[in-house]
């Protein structure tokens, strides 16, 4: 067995000296078996060998352990190293008194060498060869559990601008060579200063910063990585130039989790991206504050919709000679368990952005024609009630059909129903909503263009559009609101605007009424009708019940005029 194992196997002494090896062993390190005996085991130690390979080794010499394992290097005849799985144990006589030790050497040189290329593919991106997204958390938490009080960390994290461009056009041979040599930019650009570079997957990399000394290290470190990375570069012939967007964020370890630093730095990526790309973002607090009061509020809104927390309440428009109640507008409120009531700017856009808008305009519009059912009767001459359409309604073929369906469920004349656009959703509009609108003023429901002056005001579509009001936006009033004279351009831009509206055969209501001077002013200028908080502010239907005598349409004309508004 001694002569013909595949494994090294070496006797010697407990002086240290080698008194027999088998071929397998000279075959191993290279040195002959006469060699081996000319020398002591002490010879075959190797420099990088540690301290507990000396410790292990004396305690089995001298009888105080019987066998040991490790892995150790040895070095060859030829100066080559090799590392083996050497196991020594210690052979005693019939007594038990150590006598000999016995040496098993196995080559694992090729072993621990897919070992180590195992273990760094498992820990390193295999494209560009920068640390992978799993090396890159273990690093993070490390850095975290083992913070000093007052150690603080940073992350610069970046996509590339227009990347999926570059493969659909170039190919994605073309984009794996980007990729590495945006690799090797953001390497040469921390080279030297331990910063740890990371590819996170398809064209993200982020930059750990341990120590960071403040926000002022991680912007210069963006603009170095932006400005690397815009260089152009050759790439299989063809000139490519690409740009990046870096959401940078610093803190105090203390401050924050690393999953936490990790999202604030993705949600600042976010922000550079959205402001324009080719550029970095400082992560805001506040700002984050919004956006994650955002995203829970658009989590929680389809149930809000399908339960009873959307609610609508209603604002009085007046007409400006008598005082007399024109209509209300229907302003829908979320009644959130956790936040209150909140307006729609709290929320309409996440509808819009999720989809939700046409069911939540449909909503509302239902609520709407049942309240003034209840309010104004169906007479088509009593006061209306005036319901906002998003841009993404009119552009879906169930509108004909849900208002038709409102009004027939409430039973609402067409005439009491009024829907209000905003101007660009009308302004170079589609075959099909063009076609919508006409149907609905077929049917005899009122359409008004709301905020009107913040848009395109181009009378060519006003005037082939079926509109009968024009809604005029609050910030024209702004400086007709004080007694002193007003700005006399001012005074005849509003006045000129609702000229042009009744030369189209249009009424005007006024937006944003906060004064009495404003509606001196408005009625001397012949405007129709107005809204705003010195005529009545917004209020949920059973307060604006007990305000305001809704069965009527004059107010009583014995009551001075500024009564009759702050009434």
């Known amino acids: 067995m001694f002569e013909g194992a595949t494994i090294g196997i070496g006797i010697g002494d407990l ?12 075959r191993l390190l290279g040195y002959s078996a006469d060699d081996f005996r000319r020398r002591q085991v002490r010879e075959f130690m190797h420099s990088g060998d540690i301290d507990e390979v000396w410790r292990l080794y004396g305690e089995l010499v001298r009888g105080q352990r019987d066998h040991f394992r490790l892995e150790k290097q040895f070095l060859r005849s030829t100066g080559e190293s090799v590392w083996t799985d050497l196991t020594v144990s210690l052979l005693r006589d019939g007594h038990g008194r150590p006598r000999y030790q016995l040496a098993l050497i196995h080559d694992v040189t090729a072993l621990r060498q897919l070992r180590r290329q195992l273990e760094f593919e498992a820990h390193h ?71 740890l570079v990371a590819r996170l997957g398809g064209d993200e990399f982020v930059v750990l910063v341990a120590g960071s000394a403040g926000s002022a290290q991680l912007i210069a470190l963006a603009e170095e990585i932006l400005a690397a990375v ?56 506040e700002r984050d504050a919004r956006d994650l009061t955002r995203y829970s509020l658009s989590s929680a809104l389809p149930a809000a919709l399908a339960g009873k927390d959307l609610v609508v309440h209603y604002q009085p ?151 009968d009001e024009l809604k005029l936006d609050g910030s024209f009033l702004h400086e007709l609101r004080h007694s002193r004279e007003a700005d006399p351009i001012d005074m005849r831009l509003v006045a000129s605007m609702i000229s042009m509206a009744h030369i189209l055969q249009l009424t005007v209501t006024a937006e944003g009424i906060e004064t009495q001077a404003q509606v001196d002013r408005l009625v001397a200028m012949g405007c ?40």
């Open 125 to 195: 991106d295999p494209l560009t060869g920068l640390a992978n997204r799993k090396m890159f958390l273990g690093r993070l938490g490390q850095l975290f559990a083992g913070a000093a009080s007052g150690s603080r960390a940073g992350l610069c994290y970046l996509d590339l601008d227009g990347f999926k461009a570059v493969n659909d056009t170039l190919g994605h041979e073309v984009g794996d060579q980007l990729l590495v040599a945006i690799a090797q930019r953001l390497d040469n650009v921390t080279s030297g200063r331990g910063h």
């Open 528 to 567: 129709d009708a107005g809204q705003g908080t010195h005529l009545g502010a917004a209020a949920d239907p059973a307060e604006l019940s007990r305000s305001l005598d809704l069965r009527h349409d004059p107010l009583p004309a014995a009551l001075p005029l500024e009564r009759q508004w702050r009434r």
């Open 317 to 467: 428009i007046r007409r400006l000679a008598d005082g007399s109640l024109r209509g209300v507008e229907a302003l829908v409120r979320w009644n959130h368990p956790r936040m209150g009531l909140l307006g729609p700017e709290s929320f309409v856009g996440l509808a819009e952005q999720s989809g939700l808008i046409v069911a939540l305009g449909r909503h509302v519009l239902q609520a709407a024609c049942r309240q003034a059912r209840d309010w104004f009767g169906t007479d088509r001459g009593s006061p209306f009630v005036s319901v906002n359409l998003a841009s993404r309604q009119l552009r879906e073929e169930s509108l004909i059909d849900d208002v038709r369906q409102a009004l027939d469920d409430s039973g609402l004349h067409p005439q009491q129903l009024q829907l209000e656009i905003i101007e660009s959703a009308v302004i170079g509009t589609d075959p099909l909503t063009d076609y919508t609108l006409h149907a609905l003023a077929d049917m005899g429901v009122r359409l008004a263009i709301d905020d009107f002056g913040t848009g395109y005001s181009n009378l060519t579509y006003l005037r082939r559009l079926p509109l």
């Open 230 to 285: 815009a260089q152009p570069l050759q790439l299989d012939s063809r000139q490519v130039e690409i740009t990046a967007s870096v959401g940078v964020v610093e803190r105090p370890i203390a401050d924050i989790e690393p999953v936490e630093l990790l999202r604030a730095a993705d949600m600042t990526l976010y922000w550079a991206k959205a402001d324009g790309k080719s550029q970095w973002a400082l992560f805001d607090p």
């Open 15 to 26: 002086d240290g000296r080698i008194l027999e090896v088998n071929p397998a062993l000279v």
